[in-house]
């Protein structure tokens, strides 16, 4: 089993910013993507950024520019930096984990942020 945990959401104004960290612990593949998605009230889940265990990079066109996801191996750990924060990024924001050989994917509880003035 994996287990992710978020940290580092919150309020901000827009044009603010936000890093969010996800620490995942248990049985980690070392070949794995690890990621964001995101879910705003009455709208399905979608991809914010995703990072491959060897550095390869995808992100949703939305937050293209504004958003550079990390992520430190050694710590198990992806971060997503968050620049430029426009009202319509409110939403909880999960982080996820996926093991490529077996494409099982992993669901922390998620963290709320919020956009507004």
């Known amino acids: 089993q994996v287990q992710l945990v978020e940290s580092g959401g919150g309020l901000v104004q827009p044009g603010g910013s936000l890093r969010l960290s996800c620490a995942a612990s248990?049985?980690?593949?070392?070949?794995?993507?690890m990621g964001w998605y995101r879910q705003a009230p009455g709208k399905q889940r979608e991809l914010v950024a995703t990072?491959?265990?060897?550095?390869?990079?995808n992100y949703a066109d939305s937050v293209k520019g504004r958003f550079t996801i990390s992520r430190d191996n050694g710590k198990n750990t992806v971060y997503l930096q968050m620049n430029s924060l426009k009202p319509e990024d409110t939403a909880i924001y999960l982080c996820?984990?996926?093991?490529?050989?077996?494409?099982?994917?992993?669901w922390g509880q998620g963290t709320q942020v919020t956009v507004s003035s």
């Open positions: 248990g049985s980690i593949s070392s070949i794995n993507v």
């Open positions: 990072m491959t265990s060897g550095g390869g990079t």
């Open positions: 996820n984990l996926r093991r490529v050989l077996t494409n099982t994917h992993y």
